[in-house]
Structure formats: structure tokens, C-alpha cells
């Protein structure tokens, strides 16, 4: 096998500006591509500096549906300071969970796609 990484995740969506701009202008991300494809727009955005993108996809494409919710959990360096800003942006996120593995938040995309942001312990990311 010669897998070498994760090329992205689909997350289904209802409206592909919209939640363009969520993941852009409100978590940070970064719009890598957006271009008319044969079934919409293909929109895909990235944390920065990430190889693994999050393609937004039509709830449902021809004909298909994609269903849905589908979580996403993103590894962060200051879950303080990213709850701080998601708050003043109007974002509803739940309480900080203190895990073996390290410090959780929880909110959800435009679309009630889970989202969790995660601050790993200082041993890692992973559950022993």
C-alpha cells in the first residue's frame, strides 16, 4: 500500500457560501479551493497548514443523499483563547471537558455538524 495521508473528510451542507464563510471567516481556516464541478461547486477549506481538507459538500448530490451529521474534532494549541474568540462571534460552545488525553470543547457548524475542538495533554492526542 502507498496511503500516505488523509486527502479530506465530505461534510454534508445546505448552502456552500454559507458555511464557506463559517469555516473561513469564523474558525480560521483556509479556502483551498472553490471551483464549479459536475454536480455544484466543489469548495474545500483547510485549517491552516493542514494536508487534510474538509470538502463541503451538497446535502445531497444527484440524487444521493449524503446524510449527516458528520463530527469533526480539530486539534488546537489554545482552547481558551479559540473558545474566547468563537463566543465573541456569536458561536454557542459547551463547556471545557477535562479528558486523560487532554481539554475538549464542543459547538456545531451551520449545518448541526458536530465540531469538537481538542487541547491535548501534554502526553498526546490520543486515548491510551
Known sequence: MHIS???????????????????????????????????????MVCPPGAQT???????????????GPVHLQ???????ADIAALRAAGVEVGDVQDQPWGRMAS???LDGNPLTLL???PHGDRPA
Open 5 to 43: 495521508r488523509l486527502q479530506f473528510v465530505s461534510v454534508p451542507v445546505a448552502d456552500h457560501a454559507r458555511a464557506r464563510d463559517f469555516y473561513v471567516d469564523t474558525l480560521g481556516f483556509d479556502l483551498a479551493v472553490d471551483v464549479a464541478g459536475p454536480h455544484g461547486r466543489f469548495v
Open 53 to 67: 481538507g474538509v470538502v463541503l459538500v451538497d446535502s445531497t448530490v444527484a440524487g444521493r443523499s449524503f446524510g
Open 119 to 121: 487541547e491535548p495533554s
Open 107 to 109: 459547538l456545531t457548524d
Open 74 to 80: 480539530f486539534h488546537t494549541t489554545d482552547l481558551d
